[in-house]
């Protein structure tokens, strides 16, 4: 449990001076409690019992099943910086990552199924890793790519100025309300320049 509480901080610390956030970094983490559900799935349909093995694998799942969110995320916040309102960036990046999510897991899904089935020597030990891995990756990317656009859109109350919430809320041409920091940031180096 210690070592599965440091690799959850350690993925949490490298994520969070990647993002420069500490709310995108949390939005990903989110999709640790999902592939424990598969996990847990997994390991109660083969009959196996939770021990050191599959520990091991939960530990490995924690650095593997946040990929597809950070990509996802990653794409979400491109677009964003890009000029897309929250909405759209969200549909935009999740029809373009769809693909390349799929491919990840299901290479890494299928990578392992040899293990979980019980191929060669020694698989009786190996297998539990492998089942604990593919169960907690296959019904987190499932639950990915419906859970974290809505958590990502129910947390990150940045605006931009494309933000159909930013329209309603337009002011005056000189005030700063409904406009990103990005733009406020720039206006004096306009001024000067």
């Known amino acids: 449990m210690m070592a599965m509480a440091l690799a959850i901080f350690l993925v949490y610390l490298v ?22 559900i598969g996990v847990v799935g997994a390991l109660m349909l083969t009959g196996r019992s939770i021990n050191v093995v599959a520990m091991i694998g939960a530990v490995m799942l924690a650095g593997i099943v946040v990929n597809n ?8 916040n491109q677009r964003r910086r890009d000029g897309m309102s929250k909405r759209e960036a969200l549909i935009a990046a999740g029809s373009d990552r ?23 020597e ?4 190996r ?24 958590v990502y ?3 990150d109350r940045r605006k931009t100025v494309t933000d159909p919430a ?4 337009e002011s ?19 001024e000067v320049t």
């Open 122 to 125: 020694g698989a009786e030990l």
């Open 15 to 36: 994520m969070a001076s990647q993002f420069e956030s500490f709310l995108h970094p949390f939005v990903i983490i989110f999709t640790l409690p999902l592939g424990a």
């Open 127 to 150: 297998a539990p890793l492998a089942i604990t891995v593919i169960g907690g990756l296959s019904v987190a990317t499932l639950l990915t790519l419906l859970v974290i656009p809505v």
């Open 153 to 155: 859109s129910m947390l």
């Open 69 to 76: 969110a950070i990509v996802l995320v990653d794409a979400v």
């Open 98 to 120: 769809l693909r390349p999510i799929l491919m990840t897991s299901a290479t890494t899904i299928l990578g392992l199924l040899p293990m979980a089935l019980g191929i060669g």
């Open 172 to 190: 005056p041409a000189g005030s700063t309300a409904g406009r990103d920091a990005d733009s406020l940031l720039a206006e004096p180096l306009q």
């Open 166 to 169: 930013d329209e309603l809320s």
